[in-house]
């Protein structure tokens, strides 16, 4: 390199040691992974390494680059030194190359180094929510609540394998044959989804999905029409006054942003612990510990659950337990534990509708194998859970809280739910955008004399009278 005191690049490493007398030049290691020379492909709109030329210049650069080198470099002067030897070979080669094709191979080659190849770029666009890659040749991406398919490819099975456990390492987990299937974030805290052949046929397939690195917050959903200012006071109160709070909706809805804008109003003073499969809320507050899942070894051994972690959280002295997702037996514990001194606990759960969410709930505490009958699990959920938010994902691609409601007793064998407020669709726009209004009930709540305990029972009724 031009200053001598950074790690050198293939040949000219060999001809400074020539010129220095050495004795034996080091020999050159290839980056770890590095693919292995393939045909060229068909050109694909936005992509440029097209030319037959241009894959051998990268197939040269890769076996020529010092792996000890590389992880030496920062991204900023790794893409320096990788242009300054690209157009070392471009010469060596009489390859001629465009101020454009050789700072998008340098950039190409530097991804695949340090990031995640291909995927940076998708990654940087804010506009994106979610990424999904169905094999080496298919990679579609979610804008405003619409799929489209985007010219991003990877050069074979091989190459997109490299990027899948190049994601699982960096989380401590693995993906292999033997284990094909791994749930894994970003150091962004984006959420990865990874399953490898043969469970997938067609290739590796990765879904990722985006979170916004501005904090999300109720002013935001507002702007984008998820919600309207009185459902959100109306959700801050609930926040503020400690119910217990279960988001539900379908896959892509929102449910974990939703999750994170209500725990905004979580006072600064309280102790949160968290439990997810994956680590991806976006908590604010100072005191907080992150419980993650682990999947069992090789061996089958050392499987750490959910419902582990939710049982050691209520040996924590939490304030409140947070559960990214609840989908199986740990459904009883976070009842025991929204029931037990734990209020303003909240977790996410797939349904349909708030009644639908009830039912998933009874369904997963009947797999804890607690032999409890349906009555007394009923009981326990009308106990513990005082709020259900539905979301959901529309067809014009817009995410819009649809339903929040209270559970409100029971009678017999029956749940009561009070639907505070439901979205019912009136027309849509000339633009698809769909339009519709809010049904506001003024029954008085359950949860009344909470809302007097914490002085907020008028702002609330004004809240109501506002919709």
Same mark, same amino acid.
């Given at each position: 390199?031009?200053?001598?005191?950074?790690?050198?690049?293939? #040949?000219?490493?060999?001809?400074?040691?020539?010129?220095?007398?050495?004795?034996?030049?080091?020999?050159?290691?290839?980056?770890?992974?590095?693919?292995?020379?393939?045909?060229?492909?068909?050109?694909?709109?936005?992509?440029?390494?097209?030319?037959?030329?241009?894959?051998?210049?990268? +197939?040269?650069?890769?076996? #020529?680059?010092?792996?000890?080198?590389?992880?030496?470099? &920062?991204?900023?002067?790794?893409?320096?030194?990788?242009?300054?030897?690209?157009?070392?070979?471009?010469?060596?080669? #009489?390859?001629?190359?465009? @101020?454009?094709?050789?700072?998008?191979?340098?950039?190409?080659?530097?991804? %695949?180094?340090?990031?995640?190849?291909?995927?940076?770029?998708?990654?940087?666009?804010?506009?994106?929510?979610?990424?999904?890659?169905?094999?080496?040749?298919?990679?579609?991406?979610?804008?405003?609540?619409?799929?489209?398919?985007?010219?991003?490819?990877?050069?074979?099975?091989?190459?997109?394998? +490299?990027?899948?456990?190049?994601?699982?390492?960096?989380?401590? #987990?693995?993906?292999?044959?033997? &284990?094909?299937?791994?749930? @894994?974030?970003?150091?962004?805290?984006?959420?990865?989804?990874?399953?490898?052949?043969?469970?997938?046929?067609?290739?590796?397939?990765? &879904?990722?999905?985006?979170?916004?690195?501005?904090?999300?917050?109720?002013?935001?959903?507002?702007?984008?029409?998820?919600?309207?200012?009185?459902?959100?006071?109306?959700?801050?109160?609930?926040?503020?006054?400690?119910?217990?709070?279960?988001?539900?909706?379908?896959?892509?809805?929102?449910?974990?942003?939703?999750?994170?804008?209500?725990?905004?109003?979580?006072?600064?003073?309280?102790?949160?612990?968290?439990?997810?499969?994956?680590?991806?809320?976006?908590?604010?507050?100072?005191?907080?510990?992150?419980?993650?899942?682990?999947?069992?070894?090789?061996?089958?051994?050392?499987?750490?659950?959910?419902?582990?972690?939710?049982? +050691? @959280?209520?040996?924590?002295?939490?304030?409140?337990?947070?559960?990214?997702?609840?989908?199986?037996?740990?459904?009883?514990?976070?009842?025991?534990?929204? +029931?037990?001194?734990?209020?303003?606990?909240?977790?996410?759960?797939?349904?349909?509708?708030?009644? %639908?969410?009830?039912?998933?709930?009874?369904?997963?505490?009947?797999?804890?194998?607690?032999?409890?009958?349906?009555?007394?699990?009923?009981?326990?959920?009308?106990?513990?859970?005082?709020?259900?938010?539905?979301?959901?994902?529309?067809?014009?691609?817009?995410?819009?809280?649809?339903?929040?409601?209270?559970?409100?007793?029971?009678?017999?064998?029956?749940?009561?739910?009070?639907?505070?407020?439901?979205?019912?669709?009136?027309?849509?726009?000339?633009?698809?955008?769909?339009?519709?209004?809010?049904?506001?009930?003024?029954?008085?709540?359950?949860?009344?004399?909470?809302?007097?305990?914490?002085?907020?029972?008028?702002?609330?009724? &004004?809240?109501?009278?506002?919709?």
């Amino acid at each position: 390199m031009s200053d001598g005191s950074l790690p050198t690049f293939g #040949r000219r490493r060999a001809e400074a040691a020539a010129v220095n007398g050495a004795a034996a030049v080091p020999s050159v290691q290839p980056v770890p992974n590095a693919p292995v020379a393939e045909a060229p492909r068909p050109p694909v709109e936005g992509t440029i390494t097209v030319r037959p030329e241009i894959t051998e210049l990268r +197939n040269l650069c890769l076996a #020529r680059m010092d792996a000890t080198a590389v992880a030496s470099l &920062s991204s900023d002067r790794l893409l320096v030194e990788v242009e300054r030897l690209i157009a070392d070979l471009a010469t060596e080669k #009489r390859v001629q190359l465009n @101020a454009r094709e050789q700072r998008g191979l340098a950039t190409e080659l530097v991804d %695949d180094m340090l990031g995640l190849g291909p995927l940076e770029p998708l990654l940087l666009d804010e506009s994106i929510t979610d990424i999904m890659v169905n094999g080496p040749d298919h990679t579609f991406v979610e804008r405003g609540g619409k799929l489209t398919q985007v010219p991003v490819r990877f050069r074979d099975w091989t190459h997109l394998t +490299n990027i899948c456990q190049r994601i699982a390492a960096s989380v401590g #987990r693995r993906v292999d044959e033997a &284990s094909p299937m791994c749930d @894994a974030r970003l150091k962004d805290g984006s959420r990865v989804n990874i399953i490898l052949p043969p469970l997938a046929i067609d290739g590796p397939s990765i &879904s990722i999905r985006k979170f916004s690195k501005k904090p999300i917050d109720f002013e935001r959903l507002i702007g984008y029409g998820t919600l309207t200012p009185p459902i959100a006071r109306v959700l801050e109160i609930a926040a503020r006054c400690r119910l217990n709070i279960i988001v539900s909706g379908g896959t892509g809805s929102g449910k974990t942003t939703m999750m994170n804008a209500l725990s905004r109003f979580i006072d600064p003073s309280e102790r949160i612990v968290t439990v997810e499969d994956a680590a991806e809320l976006q908590l604010q507050q100072p005191h907080i510990v992150r419980l993650e899942t682990r999947p069992p070894s090789l061996e089958g051994k050392g499987e750490i659950t959910a419902r582990d972690l939710v049982r +050691n @959280a209520l040996r924590m002295r939490p304030d409140r337990i947070i559960i990214g997702e609840v989908r199986g037996a740990e459904a009883f514990d976070m009842l025991q534990a929204m +029931n037990t001194g734990h209020d303003g606990s909240m977790s996410t759960i797939h349904a349909n509708n708030t009644r %639908d969410a009830l039912a998933r709930i009874e369904n997963m505490v009947q797999m804890s194998s607690m032999g409890l009958t349906p009555r007394a699990i009923r009981q326990q959920v009308v106990s513990s859970v005082n709020m259900i938010v539905q979301v959901e994902r529309q067809r014009d691609g817009g995410r819009r809280v649809v339903q929040v409601t209270e559970i409100a007793g029971m009678e017999g064998e029956t749940q009561l739910l009070n639907d505070i407020f439901k979205f019912e669709v009136t027309g849509e726009t000339a633009t698809g955008r769909l339009t519709g209004r809010y049904e506001v009930s003024r029954i008085r709540s359950t949860f009344q004399e909470r809302l007097q305990y914490y002085g907020l029972d008028r702002a609330w009724m &004004s809240a109501l009278d506002e919709a």
